[in-house]
């Protein structure tokens, strides 16, 4: 009854109204200066918003249910990452959606996924719970940040918009493809930048060593991406004119060793007692550079063009802008500090041949941050004409508007959508009903495998293979096998029409 509750229609349209009235008291406690309430609300809505996303009760197709599998089986073997834990037929190991050792993906993320089953059970929920939790932590980091840079005012507009993006809010729940890994990775990248901002600040090592590690367990969710770290920390360092040439020097070392042992253990690990699987995925990441891998392709402007879209229709005003504020202040090193942020990764990714719109998820602090300044410059610009006036109303409105839109469209609030399908239910019943067995013809066996525990597979098995297996021990399950009948002799332990 209550799961009905939290799926339904009715419930989308209650958050709806409760995230309205949240947002607006949230703003009003800023306004009376009651900044420590006005964040703790956006932080709470932010995670009801994750969180209904999250009452999807299957797994999304690309990447969660990977991810879930591994995660799931990294419970029981946390160093020996496997997609197929016991795969009983061969496997090409260059295959990473139906391979054993899987190293497709950097582990922390999935450590995080895997503790949290560990302790709540393996359902959708616990899967996701880590990264729901990091992606509403990150708004506090994003107001953080952006005070440092602006003010409290910017840094609150850049928050909410933070607490509202449908893409960040689907990724967190699975929805979208690179999933929780970007959310993982988002939080770390903005984890180190707020300890190099106090690390400017304070001049203390420990929080340079702690901003170090943030970005190596960056590497260790999203490989080397996270290295966007090192030129923000830089110009942070360099801006606040208190550190010498020797000073910059040995900290930036010490930020880079840090991070170097956070990192490279675990692929001396990998490399020492997986070295195929390793050097091939270490191979394929760096193919996905000259050549559009699995069909992700684009042309040089895609990633431009995907900036609209996540982030509202009028962001390229902002950008504008801000090239504008550097150019007429070349000497804002925290001005330089955000534009490398968002330029870095936005022109690198622009030339890599395989696109996807998660690859520069990592960027959107910065530009909620940017989109914010923005905004405060239009309250504040003077006009003598009633006509802009309007206008720049029109516009700042807007500016907050069209990304609001853009999330409602995303979080899908007023859907009649299925979010508990009946296929999903008959695989849970099956549970551990089936040991040492094995599936066939199941047209979707990295969901079977995370709801029971089956080995499945999506083609149908020969004789020959059905005998093997049996005579091994397995019991052997077809799925829906009734025009391959005639295959199988009598006496073979087959299951048919489990469903």
């Known amino acids: 009854m209550l799961l009905n509750l939290f799926t339904s229609q009715t419930f989308g349209i209650i958050l709806v109204l409760l995230s309205c009235s949240g947002y607006y008291l949230s703003f009003k406690a800023h306004q009376k200066s009651n900044f420590k309430i006005a964040i703790f609300l956006l932080v709470i809505l932010g995670l009801f918003l994750r969180l209904y996303c999250s009452f999807d009760f299957y797994l999304h197709s690309w990447d969660e249910k990977f991810h879930a599998l591994v995660a799931k089986n990294l419970i029981g073997h946390p160093f020996k990452p496997t997609l197929y834990d016991n795969p009983v037929l061969p496997y090409d190991y260059t295959n990473w959606t139906s391979n054993h050792i899987w190293l497709h993906k950097q582990p922390f993320s999935l450590w995080s996924m895997a503790f949290s089953m560990w302790l709540f059970g393996c359902n959708e ?21 952006g005070k440092y840079f602006f003010s409290r005012k910017i840094a609150f507009i850049a928050a909410f918009l933070f607490s509202i993006n449908g893409l960040l809010i689907e990724l967190s729940s699975g929805r979208i493809p690179t999933d929780h890994v970007d959310s993982f990775f988002i939080f770390f990248i903005l984890m180190g930048i707020y300890l190099s901002v106090k690390f400017s600040e304070k001049k203390l090592l420990i929080l340079n060593i702690l901003a170090g590690m943030s970005m190596g367990i960056a590497i260790l969710c999203k490989w080397l991406p996270a290295l966007i770290i090192v030129p923000v920390w830089l110009f942070l360092v360099y801006d606040v004119r208190t550190f010498s040439r020797k000073e910059i020097i040995f900290n930036l070392i010490i930020l880079i060793m840090t991070a170097v042992a956070v990192f490279l253990p675990w692929q001396l690990y990998s490399y020492m007692n997986y070295p195929l699987e390793y050097l091939w995925e270490q191979a394929y990441n760096t ?25 509202g229709e009028l ?50 602090p910065a530009l909620f941050i940017v ?65 040492n067995a094995v599936l066939f013809n199941y047209s979707d066996p990295v969901t079977a495998m995370f709801y029971t525990n ?34 199988f002799k009598t006496g073979i332990p087959v299951i048919l029409n489990f469903e």
């Not at 005998?467 to 799925?479: D, M, P």
Request: aromatic share 18%; hydrophobic share 45%.
């Open 125 to 145: 929920i616990a899967l996701r719970f880590p990264s729901i939790l990091l992606s509403s932590l990150s708004i506090v980091l994003t107001y953080s940040i």
């Open 287 to 311: 193919k996905h550079l000259y050549e559009s891998v699995e069909n992700h392709s684009g042309s040089f402007f895609y990633f431009f063009n995907k900036l609209r879209i996540n982030y």
């Open 315 to 364: 962001i390229y005003l902002p950008l504008i802008w801000f090239g504008r504020e550097i150019y007429l202040n070349p000497k804002n090193y925290k001005n330089w500090a955000i534009c490398l942020w968002i330029t870095l990764p936005l022109v690198f990714f622009s030339f890599v041949s395989t696109k996807m719109p998660g690859y520069i998820a990592f960027i959107a």
């Open 371 to 435: 989109t914010a300044a923005f905004f405060d410059f239009l309250l504040k610009v003077e006009f003598k004409r009633n006509f802009f006036k309007l206008f720049r109303t029109l516009l700042a409105v807007s500016l907050i508007i069209l990304p609001i839109r853009y999330s409602i469209e995303r979080i899908k609030p007023f859907s009649r959508t299925d979010r508990n399908p009946e296929k999903i239910i008959r695989l849970k019943n099956l549970g551990n009903e089936y040991q």
């Open 454 to 487: 089956l080995t499945a597979y999506s083609q149908m098995p020969d004789s020959i293979t059905v005998k093997e297996l049996s005579e091994k021990g397995y019991l052997i399950l077809i799925n829906n096998p009734s025009e391959f009948d005639s295959k």
